[in-house]
T-cell receptor
Framework: AQSVTQLGSHVSVSEGALVLLRCNYSSSVPPYLFWYVQYPNQGLQLLLKYTSAATLVKGINGFEAEFKKSETSFHLTKPSAHMSDAAEYFC????????????FGTGTRLTIIP | DTGVSQNPRHKITKRGQNVTFRCDPI?????LYWYRQTLGQGPEFLTYFQNEAQLEKSRLLSDRFSAERPKGSFSTLEIQRTEQGDSAMYLC??????????????FGPGTRLTVT
């Protein structure tokens, strides 16, 4: 069984400040990990994915995440927040053995303070 | 590539009625997924097709739910005898096993169902 825990259902940062959204996973097999962003009344857009290549993954819109097996973490960061980053962010896990179904966390709502 | 499309975008129905949603995946994608998202939660997996074969169904998918993908292209999700607990956003996603896109699921905008 796989699961994802996102610490902090709401995160607020000032424009230009560091964004850090936390994700910890549990998986009995080597995981593949994903971050998705969801804007109001829209579907999910893939920001980045980890599929056992480089542990530091760069995604779209300046986001990146680092896979840390020892900490079972896959935190999402962005050096400088922009107003357009305000959205809901979901971390998700799937297994690496062909079953692609995603198990999502409960999400973190990011608010940017002008 | 026009992305994943879903119709309708919004559906309001009375309890006990049947509803059907449609998902059109990205044209070359052979895998199609349905998820359900309730307010304040992350999406939950419902079912998955590879081409026309339904390979997995979640325990969340009660007997009132049925999904089809008859020609391996578009898919439909039907809910019979709707209940208020069925109110949610129903999301469709598709993927292919291309070398650079493996495991990337692309989501549609969703169908928001409200059962009154």
């Amino acid at each position: 069984a796989q699961s994802v825990t996102q610490l902090g259902s709401h995160v607020s940062v000032s424009e230009g400040a560091l964004v850090l959204l936390r994700c910890n996973y549990s998986s009995s097999v080597p995981p593949y990990l994903f971050w998705y962003v969801q804007y109001p009344n829209q579907g999910l857009q893939l920001l980045l994915k980890y599929t056992s290549a480089a542990t530091l993954v760069k995604g779209i819109n300046g986001f990146e995440a680092e896979f840390k097996k020892s900490e079972t973490s896959f935190h999402l960061t962005k050096p400088s927040a922009h107003m357009s980053d305000a959205a809901e962010y979901f971390c998700a896990v799937s297994d690496s053995f062909g079953n692609e179904k995603l198990t999502f966390g409960t999400g973190t709502r990011l608010t940017i303070i002008p | 590539d026009t992305g994943v499309s879903q119709n309708p975008r919004h559906k309001i129905t009375k309890r006990g009625q049947n509803v059907t949603f449609r998902c059109d995946p990205i044209s070359e994608h052979n895998r199609l997924y349905w998820y359900r998202q309730t307010l304040g939660q992350g999406p939950e997996f419902l079912t998955y097709f590879q081409n026309e074969a339904q390979l997995e169904k979640s325990r969340l998918l009660s007997d009132r739910f049925s999904a089809e993908r008859p020609k391996g292209s578009f898919s439909t999700l039907e809910i019979q005898r709707t209940e208020q607990g069925d109110s949610a956003m129903y999301l469709c996603a598709s993927s292919s096993n291309g070398a650079h896109t493996y495991y990337e699921q692309y989501f549609g905008p969703g169908t928001r169902l409200t059962v009154t």
